[in-house]
């Protein structure tokens, strides 16, 4: 039977559109003067010191319980928060990954122990983590991982490496996948780990990318130890919580806001009566981003009543990087100008989003294993 599609619409209720007027005062303050190029980085941008402020307010870990930190709100008052720090362009890459995956999921699969040590640390905005799904060789086939965890009276041994390490040279910790079995089935026999990325063995190289940054790395592994008391849920169920984790990773709305820097400020500069051409693709964006936009919240309603909506999830996680890769190209034929990051804030922003644009896709799954989830929620694969 053909799966069928799960979006009901989902208006955002009173309680949460109650906190739009409260950031929006916080961001107004506190990104006076930023620069439009920080701006264009989104949700990579990192600042330590903007993440401890957003933790005063109790706008981090906002759904989880207040006896680890958080504040018992809804998922849909969260993405309320989300939503605009994300259209502000505000620097929230320090906290990101810990709030939006690592801590739902040690909430969800952790024991108390863990718990307790690692979601008030989060909520206070002082520890920060990484992925460690992706490996050197793998390519998109994440069950095809090398990367090895052996029982040992100390705990465990692990050996490997994991890549696209968004923010490891600045993180606390790593939630990493590690093969545990035997391999026989190699969505079998894989379980996760919390890394401490101080611990003896760990070597982090930084991987620059076409902008000249350098927010992705390359972690290896060297015989590092980790407690016993660091395997997250259950040994052999990794594949099961990390399915689960990916439907937080693909479904938010930094999946379709990444250009918004760069599109408010082509707006501005095509003025109040752009030409007919000018005048229908912004149209096109802006209907786009408002169908996306509704499909994302729909998700969070999701996730909030407990389903899985890993299809769902995919769907917004493919339309979304798909529109936010044609914005720097649509922008370009619109008001074409030369490549520099020395001229105004709209030739900035569209050149540095022109050389970071092929990642969107990248990130959170490729496009292909993406679609391939769809093809298989639809039942024609």
């Not at 009901?8 to 906190?19: F, I, K, S, W, Y």
């Not at 303050?29 to 949700?43: I, T, Y």
């Not at 250009?259 to 912004?282: H, K, N, W, Y």
Request: hydrophobic residues 40%; glycine residues 8%; proline residues 5%.
């Amino acid at each position: 039977m053909a799966y069928q599609h799960n979006f009901p619409l989902c208006p955002l209720p009173a309680d949460a559109e109650t906190l739009r007027q409260p950031i929006r005062e916080f961001l107004y303050a506190e990104l006076r003067g930023q620069p439009r190029l920080v701006a264009a980085k989104s949700w990579m941008a990192y600042d330590s010191e903007f993440t401890r402020k957003l933790a005063e307010r109790g706008w981090i870990g906002m759904t989880w319980p207040k006896r680890y930190g958080g504040g018992e709100h809804s998922a849909l008052a969260r993405y309320v928060i989300v939503e605009e720090l994300l259209a502000a362009g505000a620097p929230v890459l320090a906290h990101w990954i810990a709030d939006r995956q690592s801590g739902p999921l040690i909430l969800r699969f952790g024991n108390e122990e863990q718990r307790q040590y690692f979601l008030p640390a989060i909520c206070r905005g002082e520890m920060f983590f990484c992925i460690g799904m992706s490996e050197p060789d793998s390519g998109s086939d994440l069950a095809s991982i090398r990367t090895r965890g052996t029982r040992t009276a100390e705990g465990w041994r692990i050996n490997g490496a994991k890549v696209w390490t968004t923010n490891a040279h600045r993180c606390h910790y790593m939630i990493a996948l590690v093969r545990t079995g035997d391999g026989s089935e190699k969505h079998q026999g894989l379980s996760q780990f919390l890394i401490d990325l101080k611990a003896p063995g760990i070597v982090i190289r930084p991987i620059q990318d076409l902008t000249g940054e350098s927010s992705f790395n390359e972690v290896v592994f060297q015989d590092v130890l980790v407690p016993a008391t660091r395997l997250v849920g259950e040994e052999g169920n990794g594949w099961a919580q990390v399915v689960a984790e990916l439907a937080l990773e693909r479904s938010g709305p930094e999946r379709f806001l990444s250009c918004m820097a760069l599109f408010t400020e082509l707006i501005d500069r095509l003025g109040p009566q752009p030409d007919a051409r000018a005048a229908s693709v912004i149209g096109s964006v802006v209907s786009r981003t408002v169908v996306y936009r509704q499909m994302s919240v729909s998700v969070a309603a999701q996730l909030q009543r407990g389903d899985n909506p890993a299809t769902e999830a995919a769907y917004v996680k493919d339309l979304g990087t798909t529109l936010e890769q044609e914005i720097p190209e649509l922008a370009h034929t619109l008001i074409e100008c030369a490549p520099t990051l020395s001229g105004s804030d709209y030739e900035q922003l569209l050149t540095y989003l022109t050389q970071f644009a092929p990642s969107f896709s990248l990130r959170g799954g490729t496009r292909e294993i993406v679609r391939g989830i769809i093809a298989r929620g639809l039942g024609v694969r």
